[in-house]
């Protein structure tokens, strides 16, 4: 059973353009959606975070959008660079807060030139 | 300060061996979780340490897998009989107390491959 799906499993985004990346998830009682960045070799770094009582929150170039009745939320990286070239993972946890995190299959995003 | 560190970084093994992961985290930290990732997939749950005991278990796939933090710092996890199928990076995670929704911060993890 998983309880994230992630999509699109890859990506590739021209620079300066928008990376999208969407993210559904089945339990209800999940209160807690980080999105986590991970570069070949090194361990998922968090990105941005959101809670479902908010539709959006933006941070730098990266914004997130919740949508709590559609059980959806999503990554948008806008002026996507080179740099941004990594793999994303999205995650959900339980209000408890040590409750381990549940996170989707990953995205592998690539922004060309 | 220094962020979690892992050792070894790589570990190459024979089926059935006995291998040793150590997690060393962020000074200061009570809370200590322990993930697997396999290619191409996200990290998935072992176990949840708070201090020294472990708080949760249940992700820990059967009972080949041990995990310990006798001091409430450094972990070590423990897989006996080492199978094929372990293959994959072991990362170790960590957080100030555990509390609610705070950051969760990774080492570059562990590469086992067992042969």
């Known amino acids: 059973q998983q309880q994230v799906k992630q999509s699109p499993q890859s990506l590739i985004v021209q620079k300066g353009g928008i990376s999208i990346i969407n993210c559904a998830y089945e339990n209800t009682a999940f209160d807690y959606f980080p999105w986590y960045q991970q570069f070949p070799g090194k361990g998922p770094a968090l990105l941005i975070a959101?809670?479902?009582?908010?539709s959006e929150k933006k941070e730098g170039r990266f914004t997130i959008s919740f949508n709590k009745s559609a059980k959806q939320f999503s990554l948008h990286i806008m002026d996507s660079q080179p740099g941004d070239s990594a793999t994303y993972f999205c995650a959900a946890s339980y209000h408890a807060g040590n409750t381990p995190l549940v996170f989707g299959k990953g995205t592998r995003l690539s922004v060309i030139a | 300060g220094a962020g979690v560190s892992q050792t070894p970084s790589n570990k190459v093994t024979e089926k059935g061996k006995y291998v040793e992961l150590r997690c060393d985290p962020i000074?200061?930290?009570?809370?200590l979780y322990w993930y697997r990732q396999s290619l191409g997939q996200g990290p998935e749950f072992l176990i949840y340490?708070?201090?020294?005991?472990?708080?949760?278990d249940s992700g820990l796939p059967n009972d080949r897998f041990f995990a310990v933090r006798p001091e409430g710092s450094v972990s070590t996890l423990k897989i006996q009989r080492t199978e094929r199928g372990d293959s994959a990076v072991y990362l170790c995670?960590?957080?100030?107390?555990?509390?609610?929704?705070?950051?969760?911060?990774f080492g570059p993890g562990t590469r086992l491959l067992v042969l």
């Open positions: 995670a960590s957080s100030r107390t555990g509390g609610l929704q705070e950051t969760q911060y």
């Open positions: 959101i809670r479902p009582d908010v």
């Open positions: 340490f708070q201090g020294t005991g472990a708080a949760d």
């Open positions: 000074s200061g930290h009570t809370a």
